[in-house]
């Protein structure tokens, strides 16, 4: 997919100034100028929009309220918590401001279909800013998926990665299809008291086991209890396999584990653990078709005889540059179209690109250069499979169609749940924008 520069940029505004958009997005923006141009920062902290307007150079506004009325902007991208992204969306819409909407794309799926229809009645482009469908090893397996070289991949494992939003984009991406039904499991259970961040605090563990079947044939398996490595129970990001009929992309997490914060005494002082950035390994197994017919005659089991080393690449100035693999006589090759100067290093080298090659692709869109690569249905389906998956577990793992239809049992107690944690109705546009999101 190539990014074809704008004579026009999109006037844009990062909403939210806390630390996703000044690890992440503040990096970002100077590569960016030929799709966006940033003319504002908006957060109810004072400081936080004084500090990051200051850094990038644009107008502080406190208020979604002013910046919409300003006529400074027609589009903005919203990095605020989960719970407010409903709010913003709809808000933004009614005033005719396309909006992308960080990942998850919001909580239930009575707002992802309000926030969709709201966008299409007043004809704007929102869509959700989720880039995990653009992890260098994602490319690469959709590299692999249209290469043909494994045989046709009809079945995805994955364990310990990012059941959820995240995971459903990605596997829509793959599929290129919506699935028609979803089975899925639960188990809690107590664990020691820690903190992930110092905001977010735990003493149990949800396991989450979730099957996805799509009309191909492609069969999802997608299941993990604790994504961010804590208690030593998994590396990061995971296993992840995707099942061919000759053969196997397999990828698992590097020597990686987030930083925590375990709890010292009963007034909650904590103390930070050490994190390590994360990192990947990853091969292709492949049966030769000869070999294998010769095995098969002689009644022997059949063992991948070629296996290739899966790797990142890189620019002489150290730019992400795509992912390959060398392969008997050819090579495969996945080319990062969005080389950066400026692609920051939190997380992953790689990731900066991602979050960026959303934004741009996003500004194409509101040009009418070409639709989102992940536009709104999609991030509707996303939020589907989830509801679906909550759906599941309330029916003790029962087979739940997709498309989902009406209204949802899961979805009603999520919003109660909702109400509760926030102390205002979640589906109260003006009560949720009131909302100052503290965390730095």
Known sequence: ?????????????????????????????????????????????????????????????????????????????????????????????????????????????????????EAEENGVVTSVAENFYRYPIDRFAQTLRDDGYIGDIKRIFTYNDHTGFHSNSRWLVFAKEYPDWVSAMEHDMATMPCYETPQRFHDHELFRSRFYHFPSGLMVFDQAANIKGMLGRQVRPGFTEWHGSRGTLAQQGGRYSAPHYRVLDNNHRTEAGIGVHPDWEAEIRCCDYVDSLAYTNDIQPIHPNIISKVERYYTETGAYAGVRAALPGREINYRNPFIMKNSGDHYFKEYGVCVAAHMADFALSIRGVRPCEFGARDALMSMMMEAGARESVLQNGARISLPLMGELESDALYLRQLKKEMGVDPLDVEAVMAIRAEKP
């Open 1 to 117: 997919m190539r990014f074809p520069t704008l004579q026009e940029p999109v006037r844009l505004a990062l909403i939210g100034a806390g630390n996703r958009s000044q690890k992440i997005y503040q990096p970002l923006f100077e590569d960016l100028k030929p799709w966006i141009d940033l003319r504002a920062v908006c957060d109810p902290v004072r400081e936080h929009a004084d500090s990051l307007a200051q850094r990038l150079g644009v107008r502080a506004f406190y208020d979604v309220h002013d910046l919409a009325a300003s006529g400074e902007i027609e589009a903005a991208v919203v990095v605020a918590p989960i719970p407010l992204h409903y709010a913003y969306s709809v808000y933004l819409s009614c005033h005719h401001i396309h909006n992308l909407i960080e990942t998850a794309w919001c909580s239930t799926l009575s707002q992802a279909r309000a926030m969709v229809r």
